[in-house]
């Protein structure tokens, strides 16, 4: 057959089919050894947004309990004659303020891992009860124990703070966490206003508005406990949505009508990845049982260590200012203080939750885009030194001035 074409073979075919940009041959080669699709940009996951309300209500509800005494406490301690001399008026009314905080420490965890157990739902809802019965019985307090007390039931039964943002981060991904996370510390702020400027407004209410409750003998009996009420009235509201609306994060993920499978103890369900195959929509695919680590495995990771301690660090510096500053604020001109009222200090206090919900919502997350999260932690612990060293100007300026807009500069 010296006549006949022979066909090359298929593997030798090479088709030109263009040209590139500097006029080079295109061929099929070269169109298999490129991808279908360019590398795709990660799309971000759209927000939870009812569930992320309801997380941003509860969380509204604990800085409400939590910062509403702070502009009366030391006038409380020195109406019930705990202290032998103003000047002790500091220790006992720290005394107050830090039980809260340790009796947080050693139950959060133990909430934490109950909530692993029972669900975050039912956490939640005895966490914000605690808090609405510790605050009712501040406000009935009659004597330095039964504070110490309700601030100790209130810290104990306090676990939301790490409930709340282990369902934020179930509920969400690296894509939106982002804008997620700082939403929950923007209402901590928003929280932060209200608090104070309820316990600066309301407390003696039947001396500051004799029109409305000076016919009120409970109320001149006991003059902090409408702003113990109205911040318990405002957490129950947050227990009914919460009750009724909050959903548990695997109903979230794996919604019974989800057309990728039911969720089933020790299963989870098998994704499609290509749209075109038709794949079952109930394929469960068994994945190893999750132990939840110990405290000690935790604390042998050095990356948690530097965060603890990063943490507890500004956690030090901030909360400790804020309380010196309340007393500071409070005690007498004799004694070196500003002697301010309680609703004078309130309002400070509430403005700078004003500036941290700016922080939160508006400058955070730009920063943290650009800059990440160490940076801005370095960054902004670094502004500390600078404040401190220019308060005992601010001090004298308030005192020499005797302004309230000095007094809120400071």
């Known amino acids: 057959m010296s006549g006949a074409s022979r066909t090359p073979p298929k593997d030798n075919i090479r088709t030109v089919v263009g040209t590139t940009g500097g006029g080079s041959p295109t061929t099929t080669d070269d169109i298999e050894q490129q991808p279908l699709l360019g590398k795709a940009k990660e799309q971000r996951t759209p927000l939870p947004v009812a569930q992320l309300a309801i997380l941003c209500l509860v969380r509204l509800a604990e800085p409400i309990a939590y910062t509403q005494i702070f502009p009366y406490v030391n006038a409380m301690i020195e109406e019930l004659h705990v202290a032998g001399n103003q000047a002790d008026i500091g220790f006992y009314s720290g005394l107050v303020d830090s039980l809260f905080a340790v ?183 068994p994945v190893p049982k999750v132990v939840a680590p110990s405290t000690r495995s935790l604390l042998s990771e050095q990356r948690v260590r530097n965060v603890l301690i990063a943490g507890f660090l500004l956690s030090f510096v901030c909360v400790g200012y804020e309380t010196v500053f309340i007393l500071w604020a409070y005690t007498p001109l004799s004694l070196g203080g500003l002697a301010r009222k309680p609703a004078e200090i309130g309002y400070v206090i509430s403005s700078t939750g004003f500036l941290g919900i700016l922080v939160s919502l508006f400058l955070f997350p730009a920063l943290h885009s650009r800059f990440g999260t160490k940076s801005i932690y370095v960054w902004s612990i670094s502004l500390w030194p600078v404040m401190l060293v220019l308060i005992p100007l601010l001090a004298w300026l308030a005192n020499t001035l005797k302004d309230r807009y000095v007094f809120a500069a400071v």
């Open 103 to 285: 009796a947080q420490l050693f139950t959060i965890f133990q909430w934490g891992r109950l909530s692993d157990r029972i669900g975050r739902r039912p956490v939640i809802c005895i966490g914000l009860l605690g808090s609405a019965s510790g605050s009712l019985c501040f406000g009935l307090s009659k004597s330095f124990h039964q504070m110490l007390f309700s601030r100790a039931m209130a810290g104990a039964l306090s676990g939301n703070v790490a409930v709340v943002s282990s369902i934020i981060s179930e509920i969400t991904d690296k894509t939106n966490q982002a804008q997620a996370f700082p939403l929950t510390g923007a209402f901590w702020a928003i929280g932060a206003i209200i608090g104070p400027l309820i316990g600066g407004t309301l407390s003696h209410p039947a001396e500051r508005y004799p029109e409305t409750f000076g016919n009120y003998d409970f109320l001149k009996d006991r003059p902090y406990f409408l702003p113990c009420f109205i911040s318990s009235l405002f957490t129950c509201l947050s227990i009914t949505t919460a009750y009724f609306f909050l959903e548990e994060a695997e109903l979230l993920r794996n919604p019974s009508t989800s057309s990728y499978g039911t969720l089933t103890p020790g299963l989870t369900p098998a994704r499609p990845r290509d749209l075109s195959v038709h794949v079952p929509t109930h394929v469960e695919t």
